[in-house]
RNA sequence: GGGCCUGUAGCUCAGUUGGUUAGAGCACUGUGUUGAUAACGCAGGGGUCACAGGUUCGAGUCCUGUCAGGCCCA
């Protein structure tokens, strides 16, 4: 018989290298085979409800990391949650709707305007519905568990019924208006354009100066005095309405040499602007802070039914021009911004074709845009109000696919007036809590400082605005008709706006008295995607009967402050009164390696299905939890690879606890805490005090919490001291001994707790470790529960010990690596250690009721008191020499003893060994040992 | 230009209400083992806390500015 047949060295299948890549698929198989998700839902059925909200993601193209690490965070809560006592389903969605599916559309060769508008319809879902299945299976690949088999998708029905319903509330409580506001206007597609559909190309243009007279000065101009306005465009002066300053910029009043006439212009363009006009002298009469002017009006330069409002806005600047800025709110977003602010009118002169309209005079009516700078120059000139022009370079935008040039221009818009119930939003921020703290202050900026929300569109691919024109073309906002054509799209899905006329859309009886031949028309636009996703709270949550309102947690980008955090806000607090979450966790972007914005054209990307597919999804799951998701979080290779290292840490640990309980029973040959021996005594309380950290971690969504205790755990607590320790007892010591036994004990108890509670992060590992644990009777370890905190009464005292003790040990390191320098000794089996203690060290050692030698791991301690003999080196308060081990080495155990053959039949044996083997080996007694 | 946020060892992170020589894990170097072995232990080196001012007896920690980076606006 060998002697190593006589130790009980670890035993498992379960293989070092995970090969995840492989394997992780094969899983998810298998979870998904067994509808693991509704299998622990069901076994959840009677629990508090917790209710993590998806955010749609849009349903266009390939996921990205961002995607991954939104999903994968999501994940960790809803199968944490599922083993935490609560019911936490999972129903993913998608945002569906809006432009840039109609440009893939566009780009695969379809011409939307070749056929009806409910074709193109049916394309775009259908294409809607391909990147869904597309998208869903790379998910799918991440791990998550989720209810793949019924999202919600904002094209369905119910929801955009839903949908329209919170439309019909918000009418009914009069919070939709109709405005007009500029947009990127393409006469040659007659269309609007979004940011998506420009390009910009530098072009030469006529730039004017021209002077704007004082009509009421406020007594601090007088009436002589000229604002010196510049444009661009030319064809705006038609629709001019102010003139923009900068509300601490300086302008002077001041009057060239020879002229009667004083004019105002920023001081800092004073000198450009004298040396353009030929202005060789001139005097500064007074200077103003542009907020001094504030609302002096002047005259149009021409059209005696206008009058320019003189306004502040920060977006005025030095960089051209001459520090006021004519102001025409039709043509211009800065424009309509400020103009809406002074209440200004919104003119537009310009017709859907690029062409002057009756408004801009009869001198302009019919011309083309383009085509009027002489006649504004003419104007100007009989007034006497023109001073000078300029041929500029700029770059400008253009209609990408007609390629001429574009400009802005105000169409009717729909509104949500936000301002009529933006103090509800601010309030009901107060019972929100943000992850991170900040994101309630970003929010409440946001909110604070927000216009009215455009809701309109004027696209095909989206919900219809439930809207109706009467003969006199008065629109009808009436909640019950609203709530009529909801039915419709419940029943038929909302193309059916696009497949009938008003009549049919409208309930048989309607009659209004603005339509007295019973005529009606529909409004063609459609709703802001914002609108859609921003309605989950009802299209989803108050509609799915698992699920609540309002959600427990949204969790997503810090972008979604300004995107679906917020409508889903607005929307919500406008019908209900109150915000649509009780939690709000925002998380960052992924950079580079480098802090860098990651984008494909730097090349500087990495594919999520690229990590999944060469490394492992699991390497992505922990490097979620490594890094700090609240800030911006780099990612390269190099850090994976260092992600990858630690996952092979956890698993060779796992591993190690597998191997060594894979003889042990739980239920049968558990030690209880009273019994156990000191060493195991003191990492029960350490595993203790891990699972109640790991766990409120988890709690407080600090996911780099949970990844650092987890770490330092294992690396620190288990590998280092009481792994490397247990060695000595579970190989050497008898096989169902009290000693081994008891470190089995906590062996399998720290295996079970680590293994539930990396579960939520690693569940691919975690379902594979369960399967070499077959005392554990679910099916899935994602069917048991977190491992809960023991009541051990109270450890204060031991723990103070024991760390005392590890700063003890640690001076014996110290002490054992110079003798091993030294060449006194290799291995510390080979030490005799001697160890000269104070008083109070002697109290440690006592107090410590251990085997102290053990947790050394030398083969021999003597004890002694504290010495004054000054060649005994001192290492950090322990005084501490080192020598040889006295005796022979058992081949057994290798370690040093000074009893070996004392039982005659094992000569190379210790006593204590050689009793082992006459019990638990006798026929070595017989055969012999080699 | 505005709102919000970030910048501590090669990497990922801790650093409490400002208080002694700034910590951890990984990586690195040396070394021991070869009964966790494409593993494990031990020891060690490594930081002008982005930069510049300021407040203070004292600042990684508070204030101001600069630089770099991110999200959202303009």
Redesign the pocket.
């Known amino acids: 018989m060998k002697?190593?047949d006589t130790?009980n060295?670890?035993k498992t299948a379960f293989p070092?290298?995970g090969s995840l890549p492989k394997t992780e698929p094969e899983r998810q198989q298998k979870w998904y085979d067994a509808d693991l998700y509704n299998q622990r839902l069901a076994q959840n059925e009677k629990k508090p409800h917790f209710n993590l909200h998806d955010g749609p993601p849009y349903a266009n193209g390939n996921i990205h990391l961002g995607h991954a690490l939104n999903k994968i965070s999501k994940d960790i809560i809803v199968r944490y949650k599922n083993m935490s006592g609560y019911y936490a389903p999972y129903v993913p969605g998608w945002d569906t709707h809006g432009l840039p599916i109609e440009q893939q559309l566009t780009k695969a060769g379809h011409d939307r305007k070749s056929m009806p508008k409910s074709e193109w319809r049916d394309l775009a879902k259908q294409f809607a519905l391909e990147q869904v299945n597309k998208q869903r299976n790379d998910f799918k690949r991440l791990g998550i568990m989720a209810d793949w088999d019924n999202p919600y998708i904002t094209l369905q029905p119910e929801f955009e019924a839903a949908q329209v319903r919170v439309f019909g509330e918000m009418a009914g409580k009069g919070y939709i208006f109709k405005g007009s506001k500029p947009v990127y206007w393409s006469w040659s597609s007659e269309s609007a354009l979004a940011e998506a559909e420009i390009e910009y190309h530098d072009i030469d243009s006529t730039s004017l100066y021209y002077a704007n007279k004082v009509k009421d000065g406020k007594g601090i101009l007088d009436s002589d005095t000229y604002f010196v306005v510049w444009t661009t465009t030319p064809f705006t002066v038609t629709a001019s309405r102010g003139i923009t300053l900068g509300p601490d910029m300086d302008y002077a009043v001041i009057q060239p040499e020879g002229e009667t006439r004083k004019f105002v212009v920023a001081t800092g363009r004073l000198d450009v602007i004298a040396s353009k006009f030929g202005w060789e002298n001139y005097k500064t009469l007074a200077t103003y802070k542009g907020q001094d002017l504030d609302r002096i009006t002047a005259f149009h330069p021409w059209d005696e039914s206008a009058e320019e409002m003189v306004m502040n806005a920060?977006?005025v600047?030095l960089d051209s021009g001459t520090g006021l800025v004519h102001t025409a709110p039709g043509f211009g977003?800065?424009d309509f911004?400020v103009g809406q602010k002074y209440g200004l009118e919104v003119a537009v002169t310009v017709d859907e074709k690029g062409f002057m309209t009756a408004s801009a005079g009869t001198d302009f009516e019919g011309e083309f845009y383009d085509d009027v700078v002489d006649l504004v120059i003419e104007k100007l000139s009989n007034k006497n109000l023109f001073l000078a022009k300029e041929k500029i370079t700029h770059s400008y935008p253009f209609d990408w696919r007609t390629k001429k040039p574009i400009i802005w221009r105000a169409v009717p818009q729909w509104f949500a007036s936000v301002d009529k119930f933006r103090q509800s939003i601010l309030n009901d921020l107060d019972n929100v809590t943000f992850y991170?703290e900040?994101?309630k202050?970003?929010l409440y900026?946001?909110i604070r400082?927000r216009g009215d929300w455009v809701i309109s569109r004027q696209r095909v691919w989206g919900v219809p605005l439930p809207i109706f024109y009467a003969e006199d073309q008065t629109p009808i906002l009436d909640q019950t008709i609203i709530n009529h054509v909801a039915d419709l799209f419940e029943k038929y899905g909302s193309n059916y706006w696009f497949e009938h006329e008003a009549k049919d859309l409208l309930p048989a009886d309607y009659t209004n008295e603005h339509s007295p031949n019973g005529l009606f028309k529909k409004e063609e636009d459609i709703m802001d995607v914002w609108f859609d996703s921003g309605s989950s709270w009802a299209g989803v949550m108050n509609t799915r009967k698992q699920l609540d309102y309002p959600a427990d947690l949204y969790l997503e980008?810090?972008?979604q402050?300004?995107?679906w955090f917020n409508s889903s806000l607005i929307t919500s607090v406008a019908v209900t009164g109150h915000a649509p979450y009780k939690n709000v966790l925002s998380q960052?972007?992924t950079?580079d390696?480098k802090?860098?914005?990651m984008s494909k054209s730097l090349g500087n990307t990495i594919s999520p299905l690229d990590v999944a597919n060469q490394m492992g999804i699991e390497i992505l799951r922990l490097w979620t939890i490594?890094?700090?998701?609240?800030?911006?979080?780099?990612v390269?290779n190099?850090?994976l690879k260092?992600v990858s290292?630690?996952y092979?840490?956890l698993r060779?640990?796992l591993?190690?606890l597998m191997?060594n309980t894979s003889d042990f029973n739980y239920q049968t040959d558990a030690v209880t805490y009273a019994e156990r021996a000191a060493h195991d005594q003191y990492f029960s309380v350490l595993l203790n005090n891990f699972i109640k950290d790991v766990r409120s971690a988890y709690d407080n969504y600090q996911f780099?919490?949970v990844?650092?205790r987890v770490?330092?755990f294992v690396?620190?607590d288990?590998?280092?001291?009481y792994?490397?320790i247990a060695?000595?007892v579970v190989?050497?010591e008898a096989p169902t001994g009290h000693a081994r036994r008891s470190m089995q004990t906590v062996f399998y108890e720290t295996l079970l707790a680590l293994t539930k509670l990396l579960l939520p992060v690693l569940p691919h590992t975690a379902e594979e470790v369960w399967e070499y644990l077959p005392n554990e009777t679910t099916d899935f370890a994602y069917l048991s529960d977190m491992p809960e905190v023991q009541d051990l009464g109270d450890t204060t005292q031991l723990l103070e010990t024991w760390e005392k003790f590890m700063i003890m040990r640690?001076s014996v390191?110290?002490a054992?690596?110079e003798a091993?320098?030294s060449e006194l000794i290799?291995?510390?089996a080979?030490a005799a250690l001697t160890l000269y203690l104070t008083d109070e060290q002697q109290t440690l050692v006592s107090e410590l009721n251990a085997n102290i030698r053990m947790l050394l791991?030398v083969s021999q301690l003597h004890l002694e008191s504290t010495t004054s003999d000054n060649s005994i080196k001192d290492y950090d308060g322990f005084k501490i020499v080192v020598s040889r081990a006295a005796g022979g080495v058992s081949?057994?155990?290798?370690m040093f003893h000074e009893d070996l053959g004392a039982d005659p039949a094992f000569p190379e044996l210790s006593k204590h060994e050689a009793e082992i083997i006459r019990e638990f080996y006798p026929e070595a007694v017989s055969e012999g040992l080699e």
């Open positions: 002697y190593k130790l060295l670890g070092m290298r920060d977006h600047t977003e800065d911004n991170p900040w994101g202050k970003r900026n946001m400082d980008g810090s972008d402050y300004r995107g960052g972007f950079l390696g802090g860098n914005k490594s890094v700090d998701t609240s800030q911006d979080m780099p390269s190099e850090i260092q290292e630690s092979r840490k060779n640990t591993r190690f191997a780099n919490d990844f650092k770490i330092n690396n620190v288990l590998s280092a001291f792994l490397d060695k000595d190989y050497v640690n390191n110290k054992l690596e091993r320098a290799g291995k510390n080979e791991m081949p057994r155990d290798r």
